[in-house]
């Protein structure tokens, strides 16, 4: 133990004098910052901000000739919020990444403690994900995913590239520490052939038929959501919402963070002053407690994650 003793700091006769022995044995006058902890709505450091998918894809068809799998875990693009001194994050709790691999190409196995989800852009049948032994397939639309500590890697045995946004909450993790990764001995895990449904799998077939049955529930709603599980992961939930033609969503805000990414068709996201407009494969984030809300003058179908599970476990959240 260093600094001041006890006497020496009860004889401190002045505040001037009290706070460079205070900060020279590593603590801080609460009494000084009324309000640096406490404050009275949420106030994020992360911003809005809009991903082009078509500058993605280019940008990951230069590093399909510049970098293969050998060289690197994944070929992958990380979406980072533009704030001062992040390098990594997209939102406070969720990291998002543009990923390809090539024709013919394998991506090692590995697992880690975060969670991790995929949402297809572009594939041909014969891409695919291995999770635990099970050879899913990956298609435009899909959902895939690989929870904590599954083993997973990718392939493609197609004639063309394979393209899809991941989801982790690795941003969690790291706050919380409990950071752990193993790569698969072996290199790739060998996968057994889907046959029938998985949980860790939802088509997009089947979700473009449960979002035509919602729609013919609502009676001409402007927007119809349906969930991805319940939730579809400890940490992170799912849905998809179909915007009609000339919809416009009520705006709403929540304490959970909301990153969306466009499924088909286009149109536009206002997260607080800011409007973003996107098309299929584009990625927006509205940080927590921004007010938004989108609309499509064509009609579209949006992918929604969101950290309202770790916000509700803990009674965080609320939604206005």
């Not at 600094?3 to 700091?9: E, K, N, V």
């Not at 286009?266 to 921004?290: I, K, M």
Request: charge should be negative.
């Amino acid at each position: 133990m260093t600094g001041s003793t006890q006497g020496d700091l009860a004889k401190t006769a002045t505040l001037d004098e009290l706070y460079p022995k205070l900060a020279a044995i590593e603590m801080g006058a609460g009494w000084n910052k009324p309000t640096a902890s406490l404050w009275p709505s949420p106030g994020s450091t992360f911003r809005p901000f809009h991903w082009r998918y078509d500058q993605a894809k280019g940008a990951l068809d230069a590093a399909g000739r510049l970098i293969d799998t050998a060289l690197a875990e994944r070929r992958n693009l990380i979406l980072m919020n533009p704030i001062a001194g992040n390098n990594y994050a997209t939102a406070a709790t969720t990291v998002v990444a543009y990923q390809m691999i090539m024709p013919g190409e394998q991506a090692r196995s590995h697992r880690h403690t975060p969670n991790a989800l995929r949402l297809v852009l572009d594939a041909k049948p014969g891409a695919f994900t291995v999770v635990d032994g099970v050879k899913l397939p990956m298609l435009p639309g899909d959902v895939l995913l690989t929870p904590n500590w599954s083993w997973h890697g990718h392939g493609n045995e197609s004639d063309a590239p394979a393209y899809w946004l991941d989801f982790l909450d690795v941003p969690i993790v790291h706050l919380l520490n409990p950071m752990f990764f193993e790569p698969y001995p072996g290199d790739f895990e060998p996968g057994t052939e889907l046959a029938g449904t998985s949980p860790l799998l939802f088509r997009w077939e089947d979700t473009e038929r449960r979002l035509d049955d919602a729609a013919g529930g609502q009676n001409g709603a402007h927007a119809v959501e349906i969930k991805l599980g319940d939730p579809a992961l400890d940490t992170l939930a799912l849905s998809m919402i179909r915007l009609t033609p000339d919809a416009e969503t009520t705006p709403v805000r929540t304490t959970a963070n909301n990153v969306y990414a466009c499924v088909s068709g286009e149109g536009e996201t206002e997260v607080g002053d800011a409007r973003f407009a996107w098309r299929r494969g584009d990625v927006v984030v509205a940080p927590a407690w921004e007010r938004h809300r989108h609309r499509s003058s064509g009609g579209a179908v949006l992918f929604r994650v969101s950290d309202a599970p770790i916000m509700t476990k803990l009674g965080f959240f609320r939604s206005e």
